[in-house]
Nanobody, 121 residues
């Protein structure tokens, strides 16, 4: 069984910074892409940032230059460093990973439990 466990998040003032972390655990062979999504009230879940196993990154236009996705393959972790936060960044953030487990012949997508980020004065 594979789990993605998130930590971090909370309340921050506009212009502030936060760091989200996500660790994969369980029995698996490989982790391919990892990423962060967010879902604001009344909106669809959207991709925030993603990183391949080789380190290539992709960011939503709305967070470019403010957010950085960081991956540690040795520790099976991915983090999202967020700075210059804006009220419109308020959402529940989810980590996501594409993982090949020891019980599957093809990789599947796994989600973290979600964590609230609120940007407000």
């Amino acid at each position: 069984q594979v789990q993605l466990v998130q930590s971090g998040g909370g309340l921050v003032q506009p212009g502030g910074s936060l760091r989200l972390s996500c660790a994969a655990s369980g029995s698996f062979f490989s982790i391919f892409g990892m990423g962060w999504y967010r879902q604001a009230p009344g909106k669809q879940r959207e991709l925030v940032a993603a990183v391949s196993s080789g380190g290539s990154t992709n960011y939503a236009d709305s967070v470019k230059g403010r957010f950085t996705i960081l991956r540690d393959n040795a520790k099976n972790t991915v983090a999202l460093q967020m700075s210059s936060l804006k009220p419109e960044d308020t959402a529940v953030y989810y980590c996501n990973a594409h993982i090949l487990t020891i019980l599957q012949s093809t990789p599947g997508y796994y989600w973290g439990q979600g964590t609230q980020v609120t940007v407000s004065s």
